[in-house]
């Protein structure tokens, strides 16, 4: 089982701010997916990405792989109430997926 | 409607009793998924199905049943409820296994 660490686990922030959040393994990703889940909700895709070292945008969200396929980050920029959710990282298996424990993030008005 | 949806959205069960979680996807996805989610943890995979009548464990199995006889249903089976399996159950589907999965509402139950 591979085993994932997200980092921090909690984060509050004030509309405006920039924030990143971590995502981390001991394993090699073939490829690792994004999921916000917003309050009372199931989790939403937000990204995939596959190649080390890539970077993907997504509006005000920057995804990017790490170059050795170990680890990737969030970055979001000027974050909005909106935004408020946890945030969860997922590798891509075939079938048996494992989910990290998720960042939880308040972006206060 | 077109989706994936879970029944009910509530439940208030006794502990001993017999519950079952319905899952329905219009997708024809090969790929379904059960998952509990506790407060302070992430998703938990509970079982998954790559097909009608293939079944395997995830990680927290003990205390539930699955069955798929049908591509689109995957009904969630707690034998005999106990106080720990209060959770939030999230049922998803996906094309293949490592494509995007897709989340139904949830079923938030509650054991007394």
């Known amino acids: 089982t591979q085993l994932l660490e997200q980092s921090p686990q909690f984060l509050s922030i004030q509309e405006g701010e920039n924030l990143t959040v971590y995502c981390n393994s001991s394993?090699?990703?073939?490829?690792l997916q994004w999921y916000r889940q917003e309050p009372g909700e199931g989790p939403v895709l937000l990204v995939t990405v596959v190649t080390g070292g890539e970077v993907k945008k997504l509006k005000r969200l920057t995804f990017q792989f790490g170059d050795a396929r170990k680890d990737s980050s969030l970055h979001i920029t000027a974050a909005q109430p909106g935004d408020t959710g946890l945030y969860l990282c997922a590798p891509t298996n075939a079938g048996k997926s494992t989910f990290g424990d998720g960042t939880t993030l308040t972006v206060k008005p | 409607d077109a989706g994936i949806t879970q029944s009910p959205r509530y439940k208030i069960t006794e502990t001993g009793r017999q519950v079952t979680l319905m899952c329905h996807q219009t997708w024809s996805h090969s790929y379904m998924f059960w998952y509990r989610q506790d407060l302070g943890h992430g998703l938990r995979l509970i079982y998954y199905?790559?097909?009608?009548?293939?079944?395997d464990k995830g990680e927290v199995p003990d205390g539930y049943v699955v069955s798929r006889s049908k591509t689109e249903n995957f009904p969630l089976t707690l034998e005999s409820a106990t106080r720990s399996q209060t959770s939030v159950y999230f049922c998803?589907?996906?094309?293949?296994?490592?494509?995007?999965?897709?989340f139904g509402p949830g079923t938030r139950l509650l054991v007394l």
């Open positions: 199905s790559a097909a009608a009548d293939i079944t």
């Open positions: 394993s090699v990703f073939s490829s």
């Open positions: 998803a589907s996906s094309a293949s296994g490592s494509e995007t999965q897709y």
